[in-house]
């Protein structure tokens, strides 16, 4: 079983930069692929960023699209996202995820394993 662990989450100032990490355990992944969602208070979790495990395909909201990052060590078993020109909208708790099959669908219910969650606060 698949278990992810978030990190790096804070607070950070408007046109900043944060990078989150998430530690997979359980298992080696060698394939599916890791994705991030945010969740702001009073609002439904949406889609931010995706990869797949075995040949690095990412996949973007347009909203991040340019800003973020997303990237993987398959040797570390780990995937981040790397967020620049960080926005107040950008204001969120932050999940990463996986799903065992193809593609990077932004659909919540297409991915079967969630992270805890870490907390991105911007300010002004």
């Known amino acids: 079983q698949v278990q992810l662990v978030e990190s790096g989450g804070g607070l950070v100032q408007a046109g900043g930069s944060l990078r989150l990490s998430c530690a997979a355990s359980?298992?080696?992944?060698?394939?599916?692929?890791m994705g991030w969602f945010r969740q702001a208070p009073g609002k439904e979790r949406e889609f931010v960023a995706a990869i797949t495990w075995r040949s690095g395909l990412t996949n973007y909201a347009d909203s991040v699209q340019g800003r973020f990052i997303i990237s993987r060590d398959n040797a570390k078993n780990t995937a981040s996202l790397q967020m620049n020109s960080l926005k107040l909208e950008d204001t969120a708790n932050y999940f990463c995820?996986?799903?065992?099959?193809?593609?990077?669908?932004?659909?919540?219910?297409?991915?079967?394993?969630w992270g805890q969650g870490t907390q991105v606060t911007v300010s002004s």
């Open positions: 359980g298992r080696t992944l060698v394939s599916g692929a």
């Open positions: 995820t996986w799903r065992d099959g193809y593609g990077l669908p932004r659909a919540r219910d297409q991915y079967q394993v």
